[in-house]
């Protein structure tokens, strides 16, 4: 039987735009799909941006600088947006009133009144799949660990860690970009940059924080410009925020600047029966520490092989990357699209909108604290 094709928009033809062109591209990895995405037009704001999609997308029809012709087009049932901050709400409700489904970026808004203005506009289509796009769940490892935590191993949960590290900015040279200035960013800074991918999990488990205590740095203050002048880099780098969440701690790191990591996501749970943890850091590598009491204490160590939420034509005697977990999340996308929710392949959705809006709530109360100096209450 030849597969459900569902026609894509791409608005936003930067870095995570060729991404999502180049999953695309290789939807024969996965097997066994009874859907499949097809990408006819692109919008970028700059005409230059839109040659590399001409040249890599065979099925592309539009390619413009203007979302709305991209919106017009019947033939378009799903748009992946991928656009600097602030124009998260605009672009995403234009989305939605169009009548397309939405996989869109983090963080979803650029602030808590951008992000509640996008769940209205969900709240008045709930016909339209919306999902905020996460992929670092799919690895293998994160997705054992999710999969133990479905089935409620890890006994009584004392201590969650989760963060995810970058280092590229402790170079004061490194080019000022729209990341990296609160007009586009957003005030939150790194949390908006980073935050969503480390609390995907935590907010599916109802790890909801009570209260949060952060603090937050900002380490370089200026970067080059555009000419070479230095021009203020008024983001926080970096942030830590304390959560208490029902009875136990949660720490949620998020860092543009920690010396020697790139892209490092990681998670660990400590509970009374079951610790686990994992990094990207040690692509393959899941510890874990099963407990009955007055037993040993001794972590074991599993290679993961490359098992992951939706079969492919790679062998278990491989390794799973950045891309695999980009192109796992799409399929759960067009997997919840296709046949709903509750009749998935697998059970691991996107994230929500209304967990991109915990987020917000808890970045803004971190904002809050770090003024204050004080825990500030969210529930
Ligand atoms: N999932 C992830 O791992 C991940 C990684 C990086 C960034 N992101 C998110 O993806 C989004 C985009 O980030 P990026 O790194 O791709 O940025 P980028 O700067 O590389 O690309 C942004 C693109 O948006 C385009 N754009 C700007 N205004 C536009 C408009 N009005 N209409 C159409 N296109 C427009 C720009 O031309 C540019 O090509 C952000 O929300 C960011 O937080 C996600």
Not at 39 to 57: I, K, P, Y
Not at 288 to 307: D, I, K, R, V
Not at 351 to 379: D, I, Y
Request: aromatic share 12%; net charge neutral.
């Amino acid at each position: 039987m030849s597969p459900r094709v569902i026609n894509f928009g791409l608005i936003g033809g930067g870095m995570m735009g060729r991404e999502f062109a180049s999953a695309a591209a290789r939807w024969c990895h996965l097997s066994g799909l009874d859907f499949a995405p097809r990408l006819t037009a692109v919008c970028s704001a700059h005409e230059s941006s839109l040659n590399w999609f001409r040249q890599n997308v065979p099925d592309l029809q539009l390619a413009t600088t203007d979302y709305r012709q991209l919106l017009a087009r019947q033939d378009i049932e799903a748009v992946y947006c991928a656009v600097p901050h602030q124009l998260h709400a605009s672009i995403y409700i234009d989305t939605l009133q169009a009548g397309k489904h939405l996989l869109g970026e983090k963080p979803f808004g650029i602030d808590l009144a951008a992000n509640q203005a996008i769940l209205q506009a969900c709240a008045q289509f709930p016909q339209l799949l919306v999902r905020c796009a996460s992929q670092f769940a799919f690895y293998p490892a994160a997705y054992r660990i999710a999969q133990w935590l479905r089935e409620g191993r890890f006994g009584r949960i004392f201590s969650v860690e989760v963060g995810f590290l970058h280092s590229s900015d402790l170079n004061p040279q490194k080019p000022i970009n729209w990341k990296r200035q609160s007009a586009t960013c957003g005030e939150y800074g790194v949390m908006g940059d980073l935050g969503m991918h480390v609390l995907y999990l935590p907010f599916r488990f109802a790890w909801q924080p009570a209260n949060v205590r952060a603090l937050l740095s900002k380490v370089i203050t200026e970067r080059p410009g555009p000419g070479g002048q230095m021009t203020p880099c008024d983001t926080w780098d970096n942030a830590v925020l304390a959560c208490a969440v029902n009875d136990f701690p949660m720490l949620v790191v998020t860092r543009r600047i920690a010396p020697g990591h790139s892209n490092t996501w990681y998670l660990r749970v400590e509970g009374t029966a079951l610790s686990a943890e994992y990094s990207t850091q040690h692509t393959k590598l899941l510890r874990y520490l099963p407990y009955t009491p007055g037993g040993p204490q001794e972590w074991h160590t599993l290679e993961m092989p490359y098992q992951s939420a939706y079969a492919t034509i790679s062998g278990g005697i491989f390794e799973f990357g950045f891309s695999d977990a980009l192109l796992q999340m799409w399929a759960a996308f067009c997997d919840e699209l296709v046949h709903g929710r509750e009749a998935m392949l697998q059970p691991l959705y996107c994230a929500t909108p209304e967990e991109s809006h915990l987020s917000h709530r808890l970045f803004t109360a971190a904002l809050q604290s770090q003024k204050t100096g004080e825990t500030v209450n969210l529930l």
